[in-house]
């Protein structure tokens, strides 16, 4: 039998101004335990900006997306636009604030804001062909945003700002536990908090563990 | 009883000019999960360079080992300066090319190089307390290096090239599986080859898991 192969949308590499590193090495981890064929992702942009992770300062330099998500990836990665719903099985969108800066501009502008034409064309399609998305911590504003016509169901956790901005979106939130998922059957969309909630990395891999079960469960 | 405190010394962030993160956060997971607390460390200086983690070639650009490091410690990291032996239980430092770039020059210059200063003097003081130290991927090149008079037992996995290099410095080497880990009973020190084999994540985890269960064992 062919092996799955499961995507993995990447968006830089530090938690704030690009992917949640934890969570897309233990995504990682998980999908390779299952014995799935990863195929890692970025959009080849710029990032919305740098943060200076010890100071979380601003830092005045330009770092590419696609570039900086090969660190995570070991540069075993494609370029998002090259890649399509139809090569894949699944797609898992890890957090970070990466996830709603650069794949998204909902950590600038909420639930008015607009998701990267990529990101959307590649969600939209994958929800066309009834594959299942997993997505993380703040990744499920994205993805809530991409799809607000079909009113998914998603966690981000507890927070009530960000769940007020899923809601004027028409998202309908579950609060989780940070080992817990929720599922949305209809959509095939799994989510768990991730870091969102943390702090422990050993909680953390608890719900991501859960998180590619569920989704492998739906292909 | 109170908790036991690791540290965790890194070099950046991204295998080829820093800390391999799927190492340092596979390293930062198991030793959560075994209830101690986490002190990430790197020194605050330039990175001997950049690489670009997508084409692997150099880039004209400065970044900080300190600064690049907090990406994975989610910025919870000290100055590797101010951080002395006797706040530890034991040490942990995981491989990626800045290991053997940043922490020593090991990767330049081979066994005829040097280990920074501050790096030599954590490491000495490790072993002059009896506190154990594990070393993942080519870091036990640089530990090598550092105890070279200590005649260390180690691994780096079966690269003939590095362990003929760790032979000139009088380590005597082990040959590992990746899923395997070298015990250096009388200097307390425990190694795995990580990504020197890999090259799956999963084996790759499984080294990490036993090495820091017998790191802690050793305390």
Redesign the interface.
Known sequence: MEKKRVGVLLSG????D?S???EA??T??YL??EGVETICMAPDIPQAHVI???T?EEMS?SRNV???S??????E?RDLKDVTAAELDALIVPGGFGAAKNLSDFAFKGPGGDVYPDVKRLIDDMLASNKPIGALCIAPATVGMALKDKSPELTIGNDENTIGALQALGVKHTVCAVDEIAIDVKNKIVSTPA?MLGP???HV?NGIEKLVKQVLSMI
Chains 1, 2 share one sequence.
């Open positions: 590499c530090g938690v704030f690009g949640e590193i934890h090495v233990l990682l981890l390779n335990r200076n992770h010890l979380q330099e696609l570039v900086e090969a660190r995570i990836a070991r540069g990665i870091y422990d990395i050993k891999a």
